[in-house]
């Protein structure tokens, strides 16, 4: 905060104010953040440089953030660069002059594409000197990468790429060392890494926003002639985090903080049909007894937690006055009197997976209901026998492009909350009201939706019964939600303690399943010789950027799951691990095959143990010797989690928690798990 009281200049020199922002400036500003591992040194870099894109070309803020979070875009607009490794090395190799054949065998040597770019390029002759690039051509260039289609898509993928490489650069400052440092401020380096989906500087979402807010804190205080006061730099932050979570697009949050000021940014950018919100997240608890310690004292609710996939559908009547709403839903599909979008737990749009559902949607909204955004699960429903089916059933649906007509796997919906209605957010009031009017708004169709079935009964053995009778209608076991009082609103992006899950299978394990990343497999023995056998496993470390592996998995695989695994695995390989994924070095435990990181699978333990095979939660101080990590215990693959990216997998610290809790229930029933190492 010093830094941002005082006059303290970010260390690239102005450009002139209205002037496209040099992108060599904000690669000014990746190489500062990468040389330090402090947030608070980080947040400093981020927030004097924004501070000088306020001061001189506020027109660019919008690109500038968005290629700080290595985005293109919000996460609803389906925008996906989806480049592999293979098409990346096609272009440096193509714009810098060099085989491939070469390119790969830098690769091999160096392990990140990054420096492999700048490598490739400090040795290439420069005919003539391009211009220098800046940060909208780049978002911009980027933006044609990612959105090319249709035929030849590839190659002019590479085309693209090779325009962004052969300007990067071209203001001198990627004469870098790549034996030194970390390769310095190169700008066909994070060009690379952006491509690559991983910038690698230790630079979080949150960290990114924390520093918006304080860049603009301090430059509102500045043109008043002003040093901004630390109460204004809190209250800054915390309306700008408050914002983003109801309201998450920098497209529209920014151009309004601009035009209003960020002490006013609550008011222009509430929560809105059309725009997907983060959902609120479940603590996983391990016995009915930890949820009663929990709530002691308070009210809470049970409910069914069903078995199916996550879906946020929102709403709008063509008769309203929420004209921005109408125009974001109406690129999704027109219903009954309005227009209307579901989205997944990770914001895309399923509108085109589930238009069955979105067709019947008129006969289960009430007249009055103009508007609304409802959190529901979508669940395979048993038309004959009118009750829920596993989840495999609705692993059976096509993902896209389904025609109404075709479907034969039928979802029920079943909505648990409700946090929009009629032009207003509801988030911030109890459960019990909003369920309130979530049943005043709606009316069950059997078998095309309902109200999650719920039981506010506080005692165990209400609970217990409850839980069996989920389990006996095909539920995973129950959510246990508080009902009243502040504590009870709907926090979005929030993994909370307010709400708790037990699942049936886990109440004596460890509580929950793992979602986990696959980085590696091992060719299959006997009858597998033709497919992988057994798979390498990943957390993900926000802290760092990594994927720390966790146990290798062999079991709980069908023949036609392993097939269907090796097919789409088999076009993801990569010649060695990525820089970023954390892994024991050599000798017999390097899997046979790396992958690029893409799939997260659904895993159940028995339990957990220390290993020094493994590198989970190593920072969590768990090991005093400091060697060894978090593994799994017999692992069992469940599913393929299509609805979490590699960034949402298990949390080392997660692992971590799961590790302690298991530690010390084994500590008050007797000796710990013995190490199998
Ligand atoms: P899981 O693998 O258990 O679904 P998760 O990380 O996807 O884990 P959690 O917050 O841990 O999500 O568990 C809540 C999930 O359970 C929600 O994402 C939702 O899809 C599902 N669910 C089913 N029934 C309910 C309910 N009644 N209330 C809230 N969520 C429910």
């Known amino acids: 905060q010093a830094s941002l009281k005082s006059e303290v200049k970010h260390p690239y020199p102005d450009w002139k104010p209205g002037e496209p922002v040099p992108y060599a400036a904000l690669c000014k500003t990746f190489s500062l953040v990468e040389l330090t591992t402090k947030r608070l040194e ?77 490598k490739s390029r400090s040795t290439q002759p420069t005919m003539f000197k391009p211009k220098a690039l800046t940060i909208r051509g ?53 060009i690379i890494r952006f491509l690559e989906g991983k910038l690698r500087l230790g630079l979080a979402e949150r960290t990114v926003i924390v520093s918006l807010a304080q860049a603009m804190v301090a430059h509102e205080a500045a043109q008043k002639g002003n040093v901004p006061s630390t109460g204004d730099l809190e209250k800054g932050e915390s309306i700008l985090k408050t914002v983003y979570s109801e309201l998450p697009s920098y497209d529209v949050i920014i151009p309004a903080m601009l035009k209003h000021g960020i002490m006013n940014l609550r ?31 308070q009210t809470f609710t049970c409910e069914y937690k069903y078995d199916g996939e996550r879906a946020q559908i929102h709403y709008v009547a063509k008769d309203t006055t929420e004209e921005l709403s109408q125009s974001t839903l109406s690129a999704t599909k027109a219903v009954g009197g309005g227009v209307a979008a579901i989205f997944s737990r990770n ?71 409700l946090l929009y209605l009629n032009g207003e957010a509801v988030v911030e009031k109890s459960l019990r009201e909003r369920r309130e009017l979530l049943h005043r708004s709606f009316q069950p169709v059997e078998g095309e939706f309902s109200f999650a079935t719920a039981m506010d009964g506080q005692e165990l053995d209400e609970i217990q019964t409850f839980l069996d009778e989920s389990v006996r209608a095909s539920c995973e076991g129950l959510m246990v939600k508080m009902l009243d009082g502040e504590e009870s609103g709907y926090e979005p992006s929030k993994r909370s303690r307010n709400w708790l899950k037990i699942k049936k299978d886990y109440l004596s394990g460890i509580g929950d399943s793992l979602d986990l990343v696959v980085l590696g497999a091992y060719h299959g023995k006997g ?12 957390c993900y470390n926000p802290g760092t950027d990594t994927y720390e592996t966790v146990c290798n998995i062999g079991t709980g695989f069908s023949e036609a799951v392993l097939e269907e695994l090796h097919a789409a695995l088999s076009q993801i390989v990569i010649d060695r691990p990525k820089p970023f994924y954390a892994h024991s070095a050599g ?41 060894k990590g978090i593994s799994l215990r017999f692992p069992r693959f469940i599913k393929v989690r299509d609805d979490k990216k590699p960034g949402e997998a298990t949390s080392s610290r997660q692992v971590a928690e799961m590790y302690r809790k298991q530690e010390s229930v084994a500590k008050s029933k007797g000796p710990a798990a013995d190490d199998d190492f």
């Not at 260039?141 to 090779?162: E, P």
């Not at 209901?369 to 026998?385: G, N």
Request: one cysteine or more; glycine letters at 8%; hydrophobic letters at 40%.
């Open 347 to 417: 914001s895309e749009d399923l509108s085109k997976k589930y238009p069955d559902v979105l067709a019947k949607l008129p006969d289960w909204v009430k007249q009055e209901t103009k508007s609304f955004v409802l959190d529901c699960e979508s669940v395979a429903w048993d038309v004959v026998e009118k009750k829920v089916l596993p989840f495999q059933q609705l692993m059976t649906r096509k993902k896209k492009d389904v025609r109404v007509e075709d479907v034969k796997v039928k979802v029920c919906v079943f909505a648990f909350d």
């Open 587 to 627: 000798g017999q435990h390097q899997p046979d095959v790396w992958f690029e990181p893409r799939y997260v699978w659904e895993v159940k333990t028995a339990d957990l143990t220390l290993s020094p095979r493994y590198k989970a939660g190593m920072k969590e101080g768990l090991d005093p010797g400091g060697e």
């Open 138 to 190: 780049v978002h911009k260039g980027l933006m044609g990468i990612a959105t090319v289609t249709g035929n030849g898509a590839q190659g002019r993928k590479v085309d693209n790429i090779k325009k962004l490489l052969s300007s990067a650069d071209a203001n001198g400052t990627g004469k870098v060392d790549i034996t030194k440092d970390k390769g310095g401020p190169s700008e066909a380096k994070y």
């Open 42 to 118: 980080i947040m400093a870099h981020c927030a004097l440089f924004l501070r000088q894109v306020l001061r001189l070309t506020p027109d660019d803020m919008l690109s500038t953030v968005l290629l700080m979070i290595n985005k293109l875009a919000p996460d609803y607009a389906g925008i996906e660069l989806g480049i592999g490794e293979s098409l990346i090395m096609k272009a440096i190799g193509e714009s810098t002059g060099r085989s491939l054949a070469v390119v790969k065998q830098d690769q091999k040597e160096i392990g990140d594409l990054g420096l492999v770019a700048v």
């Open 267 to 297: 008011e222009h950018c509430k929560l809105r049909a059309g725009v997907p919100l983060k959902p609120m997240l479940a603590k996983p608890t391990k016995a009915i007894t930890e949820v009663l310690d929990r709530f002691e004292g």
């Open 527 to 538: 009858k597998r010789t033709s497919v992988y056998g057994a798979f390498l496993l990943a």
